[in-house]
């Protein structure tokens, strides 16, 4: 994973003559990440990808820190933050290393104006609240509340919502966004004592072709620096695909817990990994029941890891007044436990 899958009109051989009916050439282009060493899909298109009419001042939305050198346990009550009708501008990182940006979204409006492309950073999509439809050049994924939609960079996209009220969770990874090693067999299939497998996996469907032209903005986001491109034909151009890079969903709802009679870390609920970091997905399950286990888990010390959980429904077993979309967050360098209520 992630594996082998094509969709549309391709030729039978790549980097070969792929003509229109009209005798013209389709234009294939490579996507990939790591230059030429990684995964990798070929797009084509019916114009060239690379057809830029303008490109406008650069908007600066580099995250900026309150504070520096934090040494104390925080929380944060996300859905405090008023929602926004446009999607860039309702996002807001709520924290950010050199790994990974944290950030949350409420936006009220589809993005029927412009697409979007962040060419710095993986993205996973956890969808709190909302429910409507990821466009991209691959095709569509239907998305609703609990899924996560995890978009490499480089792909232009965009989201439409079936109402105003959307409340997302979005990890920005300046690494891939991968399963876990430890679940998947040499050839990248998932083992069978892994929590989730392929059938789980929303795959891009019903591809549809824009052979447009005209004015169309993308909102390129790079170094800190959202570059609005003006391209004179539409972004989803194209005519068929395969390869292994390419966007998809996975809902919270098919995780199928790892349990054991004690209580278990929270790597067994790991669900994806970057570079230097890991999610994970606590979800409804049976915990701790072997008749001496301490109804709460034991204190950790986070000696060189911080570690941040974002709350999405039901009662939390180790801590109370826990609130939707609350972030705690308890850094590296102390331990932190259970809240237990004072003798």
Same mark, same amino acid.
């Given at each position: 994973?992630? =594996?082998?899958?094509?969709?549309?009109?391709?030729?039978?051989?790549?980097?070969?003559? =792929?003509? +229109?009916? $009209?005798g013209g050439l389709y234009s294939e282009e490579l996507i990939s990440t790591e230059g030429f060493s990684s995964i990798y899909s070929l797009v084509y298109h019916c114009h060239p990808p690379t057809l830029v009419k303008s490109i406008g001042t650069p908007i600066d939305v580099a995250p900026k820190a309150a504070i520096a $050198?934090?040494?104390? $346990?925080?929380?944060?009550?996300?859905?405090?933050?008023?929602? +926004?009708k446009d999607y860039i501008e309702s996002r807001v990182i709520q924290l950010f290393n050199k790994d990974v940006y944290l950030t949350t979204a409420a936006p009220t409006a589809s993005m029927n104006n412009y697409f979007y492309k962040?060419?710095?950073?993986?993205?996973?999509?956890?969808?709190?609240?909302?429910?409507?439809?990821?466009?991209t050049l691959y095709g569509k994924i239907n998305f609703e509340y609990g899924d996560?939609?995890?978009i490499p960079r480089g792909i232009i996209y965009q989201l439409e919502f079936e109402n105003e009220n959307n409340r997302l969770f979005i990890t920005e990874s300046f690494s891939p966004i991968r399963p876990p090693k430890r679940y998947l067999n040499n050839y990248g299939q998932f083992l069978e004592h892994s929590p989730y497998c392929e059938r789980d996996i929303k795959l891009p469907h019903s591809i549809e072709t824009h052979?447009?032209?005209?004015?169309?903005?993308?909102?390129?986001?790079?170094?800190?620096?959202? =570059?609005?491109?003006?391209?004179?034909?539409?972004? =989803?151009?194209?005519?068929?695909w395969d390869g292994f890079q390419y966007p998809f969903g996975f809902s919270i709802h098919n995780y199928e817990p790892i349990t054991g009679r004690i209580h278990m870390p929270p790597p067994i609920h790991q669900t994806f990994e970057g570079h230097n970091f890991v999610i994970c997905s606590f979800v409804p399950r049976l915990f701790d029941y072997h008749p001496l286990s301490i109804p709460a888990p034991y204190?950790?010390?986070?000696v060189d890891s911080d570690e941040v959980l974002y709350y999405v429904d039901g009662d939390f077993m180790s801590r109370k007044h826990v609130?939707?979309?609350?972030?705690?967050?308890?850094?590296?360098?102390?331990?932190h436990g259970p809240l237990l209520k004072k003798a």
């Open positions: 994973m992630p =594996f082998y899958y094509k969709a549309g009109q391709i030729p039978e051989k790549r980097h070969t003559q =792929f003509r +229109k009916p $009209n $050198n934090n040494m104390q $346990n925080r929380s944060f009550l996300t859905f405090n933050t008023a929602p +926004k962040n060419a710095d950073c993986d993205e996973v999509i956890f969808v709190h609240e909302g429910k409507g439809t990821l466009k996560y939609l995890v052979d447009e032209q005209g004015d169309f903005k993308v909102m390129i986001k790079k170094g800190d620096q959202i =570059f609005p491109y003006v391209y004179a034909t539409h972004p =989803f151009d194209a005519i068929g204190n950790h010390s986070n609130e939707r979309g609350m972030i705690t967050l308890h850094p590296k360098g102390i331990p």
